[in-house]
Protein backbone atom coordinates (compact mmCIF):
# COMPACT_ATOMS: atom_id res chain seq x y z
CA UNK A 1 0.00 0.00 0.00
CA UNK A 2 0.93 3.52 -0.57
CA UNK A 3 2.07 5.77 2.36
CA UNK A 4 5.59 5.98 4.77
CA UNK A 5 6.19 3.69 6.95
CA UNK A 6 8.11 3.38 9.91
CA UNK A 7 9.93 0.38 11.38
CA UNK A 8 10.02 -0.65 14.28
CA UNK A 9 6.95 1.05 16.20
CA UNK A 10 8.43 0.37 19.65
CA UNK A 11 12.01 -0.21 20.84
CA UNK A 12 13.40 -0.59 23.86
CA UNK A 13 17.69 -0.11 24.26
CA UNK A 14 20.30 0.15 26.55
CA UNK A 15 22.72 3.20 27.22
CA UNK A 16 25.87 3.05 24.63
CA UNK A 17 24.22 0.60 22.36
CA UNK A 18 23.72 1.45 18.69
CA UNK A 19 19.89 1.95 17.03
CA UNK A 20 18.34 2.56 14.14
CA UNK A 21 15.31 3.86 13.04
CA UNK A 22 13.61 3.21 9.60
CA UNK A 23 11.18 5.43 7.43
CA UNK A 24 9.87 4.48 3.90
CA UNK A 25 7.82 6.44 1.76
CA UNK A 26 6.24 5.06 -1.39
CA UNK A 27 5.46 8.52 -3.07
CA UNK A 28 8.45 8.76 -4.38
CA UNK A 29 8.63 12.42 -2.48
CA UNK A 30 11.93 14.47 -2.98
CA UNK A 31 11.81 15.80 0.75
CA UNK A 32 12.10 13.69 3.95
CA UNK A 33 12.93 14.64 7.82
CA UNK A 34 12.86 13.47 10.97
CA UNK A 35 11.32 14.91 14.18
CA UNK A 36 11.34 13.79 17.86
CA UNK A 37 8.36 14.42 19.95
CA UNK A 38 9.11 15.30 23.84
CA UNK A 39 6.81 16.19 26.22
CA UNK A 40 6.51 20.25 26.08
CA UNK A 41 8.53 20.70 23.56
CA UNK A 42 6.11 20.11 20.30
CA UNK A 43 7.96 18.23 17.23
CA UNK A 44 11.41 19.20 16.42
CA UNK A 45 13.71 18.64 13.31
CA UNK A 46 16.24 16.59 14.04
CA UNK A 47 17.74 16.07 10.00
CA UNK A 48 16.28 16.52 6.38
CA UNK A 49 16.64 15.07 3.45
CA UNK A 50 16.00 17.68 -0.06
CA UNK A 51 16.65 14.37 -2.52
CA UNK A 52 18.95 10.76 -2.28
CA UNK A 53 22.87 11.62 -1.12
CA UNK A 54 21.33 15.22 -0.12
CA UNK A 55 20.54 15.61 3.75
CA UNK A 56 21.40 18.61 6.14
CA UNK A 57 21.13 19.29 10.20
CA UNK A 58 17.99 20.81 11.70
CA UNK A 59 17.53 21.72 15.19
CA UNK A 60 18.65 18.98 17.28
CA UNK A 61 20.76 16.91 15.56
CA UNK A 62 23.68 15.80 17.73
CA UNK A 63 23.61 12.18 18.75
CA UNK A 64 21.87 11.19 15.22
CA UNK A 65 23.51 9.91 11.82
CA UNK A 66 21.30 9.72 8.62
CA UNK A 67 21.69 8.69 5.19
CA UNK A 68 19.89 8.58 1.85
CA UNK A 69 20.77 6.35 -0.63
CA UNK A 70 17.62 5.95 -2.02
CA UNK A 71 14.72 8.14 -2.90
CA UNK A 72 12.44 5.82 -0.47
CA UNK A 73 14.67 5.34 2.55
CA UNK A 74 15.66 7.89 5.20
CA UNK A 75 16.93 5.74 8.29
CA UNK A 76 18.27 7.82 11.18
CA UNK A 77 21.52 5.76 13.65
CA UNK A 78 21.51 6.83 16.89
CA UNK A 79 25.36 5.86 17.48
CA UNK A 80 25.63 5.53 21.08
CA UNK A 81 21.81 6.16 22.82
CA UNK A 82 21.55 8.08 25.86
CA UNK A 83 18.12 8.39 27.77
CA UNK A 84 17.80 11.74 26.77
CA UNK A 85 17.28 10.50 23.62
CA UNK A 86 14.23 8.69 24.53
CA UNK A 87 11.38 10.21 23.03
CA UNK A 88 8.93 9.71 19.86
CA UNK A 89 10.39 9.62 16.45
CA UNK A 90 8.54 10.84 13.74
CA UNK A 91 9.74 10.20 9.95
CA UNK A 92 7.35 12.46 7.31
CA UNK A 93 7.91 13.19 3.31
CA UNK A 94 6.51 15.98 1.21
CA UNK A 95 6.41 16.76 -2.74
CA UNK A 96 8.06 18.89 -4.82
CA UNK A 97 5.97 22.09 -5.73
CA UNK A 98 4.16 21.39 -8.71
CA UNK A 99 3.49 17.51 -7.53
CA UNK A 100 0.57 16.55 -6.29
CA UNK A 101 -0.69 18.20 -2.75
CA UNK A 102 3.08 19.95 -2.56
CA UNK A 103 2.72 21.81 0.52
CA UNK A 104 1.19 19.13 2.54
CA UNK A 105 3.75 17.03 4.49
CA UNK A 106 3.05 13.42 5.61
CA UNK A 107 4.06 11.48 8.66
CA UNK A 108 4.88 8.38 9.54
CA UNK A 109 2.73 6.42 12.58
CA UNK A 110 5.48 7.16 14.98
CA UNK A 111 8.55 4.70 16.56
CA UNK A 112 8.51 5.30 20.33
CA UNK A 113 12.06 4.79 21.72
CA UNK A 114 13.33 4.28 25.29
CA UNK A 115 16.40 4.09 26.07
CA UNK A 116 17.20 2.58 29.81
CA UNK B 1 14.60 32.16 12.45
CA UNK B 2 11.08 31.84 12.87
CA UNK B 3 8.85 30.58 15.83
CA UNK B 4 5.50 29.60 16.55
CA UNK B 5 3.65 30.02 20.12
CA UNK B 6 0.48 28.24 21.78
CA UNK B 7 -0.43 29.71 24.25
CA UNK B 8 -2.64 27.95 25.95
CA UNK B 9 -1.16 24.25 26.83
CA UNK B 10 -4.59 22.73 27.62
CA UNK B 11 -8.36 23.70 26.61
CA UNK B 12 -11.92 22.18 27.21
CA UNK B 13 -14.90 22.52 25.07
CA UNK B 14 -18.52 21.06 26.08
CA UNK B 15 -19.33 18.71 23.18
CA UNK B 16 -21.43 20.85 20.50
CA UNK B 17 -19.83 23.83 21.65
CA UNK B 18 -17.41 26.01 19.57
CA UNK B 19 -13.52 26.45 20.59
CA UNK B 20 -11.12 28.35 19.48
CA UNK B 21 -7.10 27.72 20.04
CA UNK B 22 -4.66 29.90 20.10
CA UNK B 23 -1.68 30.87 17.46
CA UNK B 24 0.95 33.10 16.98
CA UNK B 25 3.98 33.53 15.20
CA UNK B 26 7.02 35.32 14.26
CA UNK B 27 8.61 35.87 10.81
CA UNK B 28 10.18 38.19 8.65
CA UNK B 29 8.74 36.41 5.43
CA UNK B 30 6.40 37.76 3.83
CA UNK B 31 4.98 35.00 2.09
CA UNK B 32 4.82 31.38 4.14
CA UNK B 33 2.43 28.55 5.10
CA UNK B 34 0.38 27.42 8.26
CA UNK B 35 -0.96 24.71 9.45
CA UNK B 36 -2.93 23.21 12.21
CA UNK B 37 -2.33 19.32 12.78
CA UNK B 38 -4.22 17.17 15.14
CA UNK B 39 -2.42 14.41 16.69
CA UNK B 40 -4.97 12.08 18.50
CA UNK B 41 -3.82 9.04 21.33
CA UNK B 42 -2.89 7.09 18.70
CA UNK B 43 0.36 9.67 17.84
CA UNK B 44 -0.63 9.64 14.22
CA UNK B 45 -0.11 13.64 13.14
CA UNK B 46 -3.17 13.87 10.82
CA UNK B 47 -3.25 17.70 8.76
CA UNK B 48 -6.73 19.71 9.80
CA UNK B 49 -6.61 22.54 8.01
CA UNK B 50 -3.84 24.84 6.07
CA UNK B 51 -3.43 28.45 4.64
CA UNK B 52 -1.64 29.84 2.55
CA UNK B 53 -0.19 33.86 3.67
CA UNK B 54 -0.98 35.30 0.21
CA UNK B 55 -4.71 34.37 0.50
CA UNK B 56 -6.84 37.02 2.07
CA UNK B 57 -9.56 34.38 2.69
CA UNK B 58 -9.91 32.51 5.62
CA UNK B 59 -9.71 28.75 5.09
CA UNK B 60 -12.61 26.72 6.16
CA UNK B 61 -12.70 22.23 6.29
CA UNK B 62 -15.83 21.62 7.53
CA UNK B 63 -16.12 22.07 11.17
CA UNK B 64 -13.22 23.61 11.30
CA UNK B 65 -11.89 27.31 10.43
CA UNK B 66 -9.41 29.56 10.62
CA UNK B 67 -8.82 33.18 11.78
CA UNK B 68 -5.75 34.39 9.92
CA UNK B 69 -4.50 37.99 10.80
CA UNK B 70 -1.31 38.47 8.75
CA UNK B 71 -0.20 41.64 10.08
CA UNK B 72 -0.84 40.45 13.72
CA UNK B 73 0.84 37.36 12.66
CA UNK B 74 -1.92 35.14 14.43
CA UNK B 75 -3.35 32.48 13.24
CA UNK B 76 -6.24 30.46 15.60
CA UNK B 77 -8.46 27.40 14.96
CA UNK B 78 -11.96 27.61 15.82
CA UNK B 79 -13.81 24.21 15.87
CA UNK B 80 -17.61 24.08 15.61
CA UNK B 81 -19.99 21.53 17.18
CA UNK B 82 -17.16 19.98 18.85
CA UNK B 83 -17.51 16.48 18.86
CA UNK B 84 -16.09 13.58 21.22
CA UNK B 85 -13.40 12.51 18.21
CA UNK B 86 -12.13 15.90 18.43
CA UNK B 87 -10.23 15.71 21.42
CA UNK B 88 -6.52 15.21 20.79
CA UNK B 89 -3.42 17.59 20.86
CA UNK B 90 -3.51 20.66 18.41
CA UNK B 91 -0.36 22.08 16.66
CA UNK B 92 0.43 24.81 14.80
CA UNK B 93 2.91 24.97 12.33
CA UNK B 94 4.84 27.46 10.05
CA UNK B 95 6.26 26.66 7.14
CA UNK B 96 8.52 28.75 4.55
CA UNK B 97 8.31 28.74 0.88
CA UNK B 98 9.61 25.55 -0.55
CA UNK B 99 13.27 25.54 -1.96
CA UNK B 100 14.23 22.71 -4.46
CA UNK B 101 17.30 22.24 -2.93
CA UNK B 102 18.79 22.90 0.18
CA UNK B 103 18.72 25.74 3.04
CA UNK B 104 16.54 24.47 6.44
CA UNK B 105 13.57 26.59 4.54
CA UNK B 106 10.42 23.75 3.72
CA UNK B 107 10.26 21.78 7.20
CA UNK B 108 7.53 22.62 9.46
CA UNK B 109 8.17 24.64 12.81
CA UNK B 110 5.75 23.44 15.60
CA UNK B 111 4.08 24.77 17.99
CA UNK B 112 4.21 23.42 21.54
CA UNK B 113 0.89 22.23 21.16
CA UNK B 114 -2.67 22.71 22.86
CA UNK B 115 -4.47 19.67 24.41
CA UNK B 116 -7.96 19.79 23.77
CA UNK B 117 -10.52 17.91 25.99
CA UNK B 118 -14.17 17.48 24.75
CA UNK B 119 -16.51 17.22 28.14
CA UNK B 120 -19.59 15.03 26.50
Known amino acids: DAGITQSPRYKITETGRQVTLMCHQT?????MFWYRQDLGHGLRLIYY???????DKGEVPDGYVVSRSKTENFPLTLESATRSQTSVYFC???????????????FGPGTRLTVL | AQTVTQSQPEMSVQEAETVTLSCTYD???????LFWYKQPPSRQMILVIR??????QNATENRFSVNFQKAAKSFSLKISDSQLGDAAMYFC?????????????????FGKGTKLSVKP
Open chain 1, 27 to 31: WSHSY
Open chain 2, 93 to 109: AYRSPQMVYGGSQGNLI
Open chain 1, 92 to 106: ASRGLAGGVKPNEQF
Open chain 2, 51 to 56: QEAYKQ
Open chain 1, 49 to 55: SAAADIT
Open chain 2, 27 to 33: TSESDYY
